[in-house]
């Protein structure tokens, strides 16, 4: 039975459709959105579809934006031959959080699983060789420590061995299975420190 009349209906069917909210989350923010001024739900709406339209890829390092480069890219004081390598843009955020990386990053946008069917081709490890056809010093690799990040570094520090740049893995310290991003600063600074060259 619809109890709500059915545009209230697809509002809570389309809200629960996202990921994390279950059917009473979805219901609690319909609720909320049908008594949110006008204005604001007309806000919302447009930040949504603007952030749609315009955030993409860097061409650099892959992050996020919604300029063809990145802030980070874009700034002439980071040094530009230390790249490190993380899954996503949370881990970036997290790193930059804690001010003292003054390389560069390129964000991958997964990692490798062959039990989810997540192959090299998948992520963004193509763009990255690229990149490293210009001037590069070290590429330190920051994926987490779970299986699937693993398997990716390993994976990334054979294919740029034989070009004779750097590669370095975060120490442990973070620990295994851990997402970067929940991980405080101190202990993400303490594995970029102690990274070891692989
Ligand atoms: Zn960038």
Redesign the pocket.
Known sequence: MDYYGSQMSRLIEQLSSLPGIGGKSAQRLAFHIIHMPKERVQQLAETILEARNNVRY?S??C?L?DQE??P??SDPSRDKKTIMVVETTRDLAAYEKTGKYEG??HVLHGAISPMLGIGPSDIKLKELMQRLQGDVEEVIIATNSSLEGETTAMYISKLIKPTGIKVSRIASGVPVGGDLEYIDEVTLLRALEGRIEL
């Open positions: 860097c650099q390092c992050t934006t480069t990145c980070i890219c560069v990053y």
